[in-house]
């Protein structure tokens, strides 16, 4: 019987508020210690990846805690459950599927006769057939000329996701062969993003991926407004060059704007939609349906994986509970996402939304105001350009920021210079290696502006190669920690009523209904 | 005389401490007095702009104070000494010019017999002439074809600054028939970050701008090798496709490699070089030189407004004392940057740098520990974006976060459309007036899960159309901002200690000179 308790009622959370400042990094990672700890204190993740946090202020005392907290908060009951479809987003009533989108876990759901297993399979099967036709020359532009670029219109998780994996994959795919298009995106409603896109394409050659769920987002319908224009314009008919991503009930589903629509439903949210055909069709058109199905092994793999209740053989709930330590124990403020990838460049802003869209609410999942933290701010660059950026704050300022690093072995391109004694993939890996030890360790200094305090807490996952599946492996990862989190917090992390009041107030300013400070603020926008 | 004090030793910090909570921002903002507030609470900026801060949690007792505070910490002086070429960055010893870069606000500024306004004035020119050569087909290739794509080779300042005015102004080149060359950035020690760029861009046609104040900056000396490499692999003499942008004293300065070089020096730092040749020589040969003139002059008249000791005629150092009143007294860990334009999608990070890293410290100016906390976490990424990503946590997670809004009256492409009776760019501007209410009053609501709390703080500042004078009228109001912010922490916001313990360390993996948890991490990483 699961029962859902806020954070501070569990017995363990007080055991781990006597842990505060348990564990000192300079100490622990010292000597042969160290090392061995570096190779104990690791959880295989799928596709390769492995998570490791030694560099993490945890020792025994502090897992045990965490064990113990993981196993009265359900946290795998809790995923089960979702996982078999019960409604866990209880505010908008709605279940939660989107690890159903990449493969069955939990049991069979059925919703209205329809087993959504089969329906998200479905859906992926056709945006595969779709972008087969297209790649073979069958699904052409007008004049039968094939199409060279796939143009994604959507914002939020239509966007951050599927651009975040599109960049990831992009230099993989070129240096296996299997690019077939080049993809664009276009989000923002200010009108210059969508002539920035346009100017640099040949709109005769695109297929437009219009994304909205409810088919009534503004910025969205006023971009496909924007583009279609720009196809009239060029004399193109915009039905021939779109497609729509949509739930079978809007008004988009069955419009004839469009050459096909490809369906996604309400237990898919936004931000956790780039496994479903939100993700599928921009990314099988942009590198062919294989690389999407690898992608999808990947994060089934890694959903498995999220089953386990020992903390130790799952990654992500680790993840989550030391999160949880840092932030409600340990009492820092934000995490920085480092990939030391430059393929992940837009990954930190897609978790931004993930985390902070799903855990930056302050009512439990029963609207009662909560009396501790809960989600942090989430921000990040690549490394190394992040080391001769923000990296001075990170180790010498006043605040201690945890840090989640990424990295692997082996670049994507396969290309390769080797300068001073070692190659530009040796000296990013050296980098990241460095940076752990330095913000963990610190350093001595009769210079006071050259000493280190240390004791700044990091885990790295370390992978061969960002392949497809390593991606959908890590994107599931970042998804399931953060539902985890939910979970310990007690919140509802699948709804974001959060995004609503500055939409009716925006539509009022519109409408020209308005008075006061609104009224004179509007005036300052020119409205 | 100036003397240099801990914040928390000034007089008026005592007396805005018993002011903390003093404004509800609901109270303030409301009826038609709230509109009032609007109009005066407005500092105008350079080139058309203003900086708006009705929705700051101030009023005249906090104004009182924090204007007691400006006086007290000397912040005019020390910015008076500082145009004037006074050794501001102490800890290395070195004058601070970047505002000479684009005018003369002080004394003039002559070291070993040279004017440093005239060096700097030279380098522009320099920069300007080898501009328009490359665009009037006198500077070419080998083979006589002229260049059409700048490539910028440079890391943390050399990239974050260049990059994101690159972006700002590409809309509005074009729309003004200026533009002449596309540009790239490579920027990253991941090779494919490099790969990936050449991958897209027909190299014969590329003029490389490698940009290393030092000439010794690891990352970008491996990009260099990266690129001469690809260069001499498609038969083409790298000599011919390079330029420096460097220190006189550099190794890179008489190198014969280059086709010529542009130079700066010690007493501009990397996250201010924006408006020296790291920024002039790329943005002269992108949009024309002309462009980047404007941009400077933009920079120079917000400098200028930065003079006035009366805050409510200083928009950087009001910014900076309402930050530090945010800060130190309110107590928020971090501010988000929201620049409602797509142009400005890399000015948060930039200014992330330019804040994080100028004043991310926790010693003063003496080397002495300081008691109160410093630079806060920025981020950032445009409106409405941003909206559909993380601004769920800023309206209703447990953090209160102060927001930094940018807009403006007009779009740059001049291309828009009217949908639902609004056009893009309306829609946008109402985005941003109803965002600033939302946060500032928030809204009740029975269904707690519908409740915003409100009494979240923000400043917005307004112009009418991202023009290069408006782009450089932003920069220097937040390079005056960090530094006003850095007098009052009594910082010196000018060195960057804390990038240089990851570099030692990097080295000594790369030298397998390591053992221990930094032997165990590094062989994680396949070193």
């Known amino acids: ?108 759901v059925v919703v209205d006769g329809v087993d959504k297993r089969a329906f998200y399979k479905a859906q992926q099967e056709k945006a595969a057939d779709f972008a087969r036709r297209v790649h073979a020359g069958e699904i052409t532009n007008e004049v039968g000329k094939p199409f060279t670029t796939v143009v994604q219109i959507g914002i939020g998780g239509s966007d951050l996701g599927p651009r975040a994996m599109y960049l990831a994959l992009e230099n993989w795919a070129k240096a296996h062969g299997c690019f077939r298009m080049t993809a664009r995106f276009i989000s923002n409603v200010d009108p210059d993003d969508a002539a920035g896109v346009l100017q640099d394409v040949d709109v005769s050659r695109c297929l437009f991926v219009l994304v909205s769920k409810s088919g009534t987002t503004l910025e969205t319908l006023t971009n496909e407004a924007f583009v279609k224009d720009a196809l009239q314009k060029a004399g193109l008919d915009p039905a021939c060059h779109m497609v729509a991503v949509t739930s079978e009930t809007s008004p988009l589903a069955s419009s004839k704007d469009y050459l096909t629509a490809f369906f996604m439903d309400d237990f898919i949210g936004g931000r956790y939609s780039s496994t479903s055909c939100v993700g599928g069709v921009v990314l099988s058109l942009a590198f062919g349906p294989e690389v999407f199905d690898r992608f999808l092994h990947g994060a089934t793999a890694e959903d498995a994986l999220s089953l386990s209740p020992d903390i130790r053989e799952n990654p992500a709930m680790l993840d989550a509970l030391i999160g949880v330590y840092e932030r409600n124990i340990q009492g820092y403020p934000a995490t920085a996402v480092l990939p030391y990838s430059q393929a992940l460049s837009r990954f930190p802003a897609h978790l931004q939304q993930l985390d902070m869209e799903s855990n930056g609410k302050q009512v439990n999942r029963f609207g009662e105001p909560v009396s501790y933290v809960t989600g942090p701010v989430i921000f990040g660059e690549p490394g190394t350009n992040g080391q001769h950026s923000f990296y001075q704050l990170l180790h010498q300022g006043t605040d201690i920021i945890p840090l989640q690093f990424v990295g692997f072995r082996q670049n994507q391109a396969g290309v390769d210079v080797e300068i001073q004694g070692s190659t530009s993939q040796a000296k990013l890996g050296a980098n990241v290696a460095a940076q752990i030890m330095a913000f963990a360790c610190g350093k001595e200094d009769a210079n006071p502006n050259k000493h280190f305090p240390g004791e700044r807490p990091s885990s790295i996952i ?58 004179a603020f509007s005036a300052l926008l020119g409205i």
Chains 1, 2 share one sequence.
């Open 1 to 108: 019987m699961i029962s859902w308790n806020n954070l501070n009622t569990l017995p363990s959370f007080g055991k781990l508020q006597s842990l505060r400042n348990k564990v000192s990094l300079r100490e622990v990672l010292s000597g042969e210690a160290g090392a061995a700890r570096v190779a104990e204190y690791t959880v295989p993740m799928a596709a390769g990846l492995a998570y490791h946090y030694a560099a993490k202020q945890v020792d025994e005392d502090v897992l045990e805690a965490l064990q113990a907290l993981a196993d009265e908060a359900q946290l795998t009951e809790k995923y089960q459950a979702l996982l078999s479809g019960e409604v866990i987003n209880t505010g908008e009533k709605r279940r939660v599927l989107h690890q159903l989108t990449r493969g069955q876990l939990g049991d069979a």
């Open 462 to 519: 370390v992978g061969d190669q960002l392949t497809p599946e390593a991606l959908g492996a890590l994107l599931a990862h970042f998804e399931n920690k953060v539902m985890f989190q939910g979970f310990l917090w007690n919140l509802n992390s699948f709804d974001q009523e959060g995004v609503q009041l500055g939409k009716v107030l925006a539509k009022r300013v519109l409408a020209h209904d308005t008075d006061g400070a609104l009224r």
